[in-house]
């Protein structure tokens, strides 16, 4: 969706090298925006994707950092800045799965899944909107999940990091609602990538299944969802969560 501001404004993926977060990245520079791709360790993939961008017409950069440090977000934020400009759409897409039952679910399997998913999105955050207040505009897209509304079997810690960030948007978008800035998420369904790669095809059908579209999602599904909330002419929509599930949870 092609987004008429304009200046053009730069987006910030978090964890955007692969997956939905790749796929982010496209939608966002197809829709104008120049595009900050963070990676924490596949080097080649985003600087592959930054070529990709860059042959939309828009200006990208690969940046590394492990947004579950808050000293690296810092210089993350420093290092945009200086070669880019400020961030003006910032999308919390980095996320991880340490899955257990409760029983076998050891203290470091919760922190690591806390930190990744949802203190990541609090440094991120708290850095883009010194730079989002100074231009008075600014949105927020994080990416949660259906199992932050409902909570999986296995997933307690992803489960609370996912519904501890829709908490977590809602509270910026109040806080920040008068400052032309958003925050919304989106919490996908099934979705096609590596996170969900791991699962065997038995269980993968037993999944489509259950949703009323009958198929797992794509990324691309996912991307345009988070545009939308990108785009500026959704400036009075804000702490909304919008779950791209083919119909799994309608609530
Ligand atoms: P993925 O594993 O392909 O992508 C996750 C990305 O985040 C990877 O590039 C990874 O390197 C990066 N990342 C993880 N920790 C990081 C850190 N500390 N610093 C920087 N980067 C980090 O999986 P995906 O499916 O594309 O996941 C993207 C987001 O979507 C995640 O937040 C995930 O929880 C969420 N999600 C996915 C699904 C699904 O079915 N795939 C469903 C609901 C929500």
């Excluded at 990208?60 to 961030?87: C, H, M, T, W, Y």
């Excluded at 790669?197 to 009323?212: F, G, H, N, T």
């Excluded at 500026?232 to 791209?244: F, H, N, P, R």
Aim: a neutral charge; hydrophobic letters at 45%.
């Amino acid at each position: 969706m092609a987004d008429s501001a304009r200046e053009p404004r730069l987006a910030l993926v978090t964890g955007g090298a692969r997956g939905i977060g790749r796929a982010v990245a496209l939608e966002l520079a197809r829709g104008g925006y120049n595009v900050a791709v963070n990676f924490r360790s596949s080097a080649e993939a985003a600087a592959a994707l930054v070529k990709e961008l860059e042959s939309l017409g828009v200006r990208a950069g690969a940046f590394q950092a492990d947004v579950s440090n808050r000293e690296q977000v810092e210089v993350l934020f420093k290092r945009i800045r200086e070669a880019l400009g400020p961030v003006g759409v910032l999308v919390n897409n980095a996320g991880i799965t340490h899955d257990t039952l409760l029983m076998r679910m050891k203290a470091e399997d919760w922190d690591a899944v806390l930190s990744a998913n949802l203190s990541s999105a609090f440094y991120c955050t708290k850095e883009a909107v010194r730079d989002m207040a100074r231009a008075k505009w600014g949105r927020i897209v994080t990416i949660s999940s259906v199992v932050g509304i409902t909570g999986n079997a296995g997933q307690a810690n992803y489960a609370a990091s996912k519904a501890g960030l829709i908490g977590f948007t809602k509270s910026v978008a109040r806080e920040y609602a008068a400052r032309g800035i958003t925050a919304n998420a989106v919490a996908p369904g099934f979705i096609d990538t590596s996170m969900t790669e791991v699962l065997k095809d038995d269980v993968k059908a037993a999944i489509s299944a259950q949703i009323p579209e009958g198929h797992i999602g794509t990324p691309e599904d996912v991307a345009r969802a988070v545009a939308f909330f990108a785009h500026s002419g959704s400036a009075y929509i804000t702490g909304q969560v919008l779950a791209v599930d083919g119909g799994l949870t309608m609530c």
